[in-house]
């Protein structure tokens, strides 16, 4: 994917957070860290890999959806990845077909945000997030990426028994 739609999306979030507050009072920021085991991390977007190649705080592994970055709890914001700049929040198409965002199932576990649903956040950070999903949409490979990105996120919403 062109990086200049990359680099678009990524500055449609800017410094826009889920609150006017920091919300990772809340929580002691669970989503920038690692389980206990050293695993989780942020799925890359396409082209963004590059992004972080001389970034310290950034290990980027590969994974069977594609690069994946963990890190220690600790980035320099401006070049933090594109999943951790929407999260809680996921790409969807909406009724109308058009490419929207919704709460990602993958945050019930440790987002406390979840428990006010959509309607609890900023309403500009939502705009933002869906701003720059729909930016990524225009592109074929974007689009492609969305489509899977989504797939797995449907996966977590599936009964376990
Ligand atoms: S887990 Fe939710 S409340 Fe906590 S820092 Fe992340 S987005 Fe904010
Ligand atoms: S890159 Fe930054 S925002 Fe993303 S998980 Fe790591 S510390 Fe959190």
Redesign the pocket.
């Known amino acids: 994917m062109n990086q200049d739609i990359l680099l678009r999306a990524r500055a449609a979030l800017g410094d826009r957070t889920p609150m006017l507050t920091d919300c990772g009072l809340l929580c002691g920021?669970a989503?920038?860290q690692t389980d206990e085991d050293g695993q989780g991390g942020?799925h890359l977007f396409p082209g963004e890999q590059a992004l972080l190649k001389d970034r310290e705080w950034?290990r980027v592994l590969p994974s069977g959806f594609g690069p994946i970055?963990l890190?220690d709890?600790?980035?320099e914001r401006e070049a933090?990845?594109l999943g951790?700049r929407i999260f809680p929040l996921t790409p969807v198409r909406g009724r109308s077909g058009k490419w929207t965002v919704r709460l990602d199932a993958r945050a019930r576990a440790m987002c406390p945000l979840m428990r006010s649903g959509i309607g609890g956040l900023d309403p500009e950070f939502v705009r933002a997030a869906r701003d720059a999903i729909r930016i990524i949409a225009a592109d074929p490979e974007g689009e492609a990426f969305l489509e899977r990105w989504h797939a797995l996120e449907e996966e977590y919403r599936k009964p376990l028994w």
């Open positions: 920021a989503c920038c942020v950034a970055m890190c709890g600790v980035c933090r990845p951790c």
